[in-house]
């Protein structure tokens, strides 16, 4: 047998290998004892064949190695590719699909008056205000410029909420005026306390029948965080949906009519009472608003579809705490759709001899 291996450079680096070198290197073979020889050399070739055994083992485990490294760098391919699709994604803008109008003014009529024409999105700035904010302007086809405060359509929008929430403002004005929101308070304040004409609000009401009523009060304001964004107006206007503000003498109290109405209240919140009740109104019935002991017009109550609910529907205090206005539906029926918005007293009759009334009915 002829060895021409370099058996010690085997033995070093071969770990399947450097067995047989090492048997090589040390094998003598002796002539002179050929039963021994022949012995040694059967042992040797299963030796060899053990080895061979070894090997072949060993190199199906690096095939197996080979195919997960393989099989590894598919994946990271995926991945590098995945990651390019993403940075192409991430490279173009995203389109804002909310188109702002832009006209700014003091209020929506302000607005209207400098020629605006569609209803929408605009930025207003009232002198109160140190920043411009967003509002919906629902502008009509005789230049009337209604800033809208507060809109209820599909119970999609919680009016369950804090202080803050109902302080800065919740939901979410949209152009095609589709969605729920509260304005704010400070909002609300700063667009009416220090207007040089003083603004009429305009309450809308759709019951689920789709029948559509108002009322309006003349000279609205909120007034300052300090007082709690108290409500003040002058007298009831008019309006088909009667004066719920003035309270309601429900029956169960000769005082009903004075603990339910609304002018000069200070706004609760559940977390902020400030109600002449000795309980809390805005907690008992998961809202905010202007509470007496507690209410005849609650426009952010609950949202209760079809209308009609019980004092079991109405949870663990079972008071009334629908969407009321009481001069129209009873307290135990919860409108459909509401809107609060503001305009100009010298604006609030429309020109041209229409009646005021269904015509004037703008986003609902
Ligand atoms: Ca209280």
């Given at each position: 047998m002829t060895v021409l291996i370099n058996l010690a450079s085997l033995g070093k680096y071969c770990p399947t290998t450097c067995g047989v070198a090492d048997y090589l290197f040390n094998y003598t073979p002796d002539s002179s004892q050929s039963d021994l020889y022949n012995k040694k050399s059967s042992s040797m070739y299963d030796d060899v064949l053990r080895f061979e055994g070894t090997i072949r083992s060993q190199e199906q485990q690096l095939l197996d190695l080979q195919n997960f490294v393989s099989s590894n760098e598919r994946r990271m391919q995926d991945l590098k590719q995945l990651s390019r699709q993403l940075e192409q994604t991430c490279s173009v803008p995203c389109k804002d699909t909310v188109e702002i109008q832009p006209t700014t003014g003091l209020d929506c009529q302000d607005i209207s008056n400098k020629g605006a024409t569609v209803s929408g999105l605009y930025y207003v700035k009232p002198v109160m205000a140190t920043d411009p904010f967003l509002v919906y302007c629902e502008i009509d086809n005789e230049g009337r410029g209604f800033t809208v405060l507060q809109r209820r359509r599909n119970?999609?929008?919680?009016?369950?909420?804090?202080w803050i929430q109902y302080k800065e403002g919740f939901g979410y004005l949209s152009p095609d005026d589709s969605t729920e929101f509260w304005l704010g308070l400070e909002k609300m304040h700063q667009l009416t306390a220090g207007a040089s004409i003083p603004y009429v609000l305009r309450i809308e009401l759709v019951d689920w029948q789709g029948i559509q009523r108002y009322a309006d009060y003349n000279s609205f304001r909120i007034g300052a965080e300090a007082d709690k964004y108290r409500l003040f107006y002058?007298?009831?206007?008019?309006?088909?949906?009667?004066?719920a503000f003035d309270g309601?003498?429900?029956?169960?109290?000769?005082?009903d009519k004075i603990y339910t109405s609304h002018n000069g209240m200070q706004f609760s919140t559940p977390d902020n009472d400030n109600d002449k009740?000795?309980?809390?109104c805005a907690l008992q019935d998961g809202s905010g608003w202007w509470m007496n002991r507690c209410?005849?017009?609650?426009?952010n109550g609950r949202y209760y579809e079809g209308g009609k609910y019980t004092e079991k529907d109405a949870?663990?205090?079972?008071?009334?705490?629908?969407?009321?206005?009481v001069t129209w539906h009873d307290r135990w029926y919860s409108l459909k759709a509401t809107t609060m918005k503001i305009i100009p007293v010298t604006r609030i009759d429309s020109t041209g001899g229409q009646q005021s009334g269904i015509k004037q009915f703008g986003g609902l």
């Open positions: 119970g999609l929008l919680s009016f369950k909420q804090n002058s007298y009831f206007k008019g309006g088909d949906a009667g004066d309601f003498d429900f029956g169960d109290d000769v005082s009740y000795d309980g809390n209410h005849a017009g609650h426009l949870g663990e205090f079972a008071f009334d705490n629908g969407i009321i206005w």
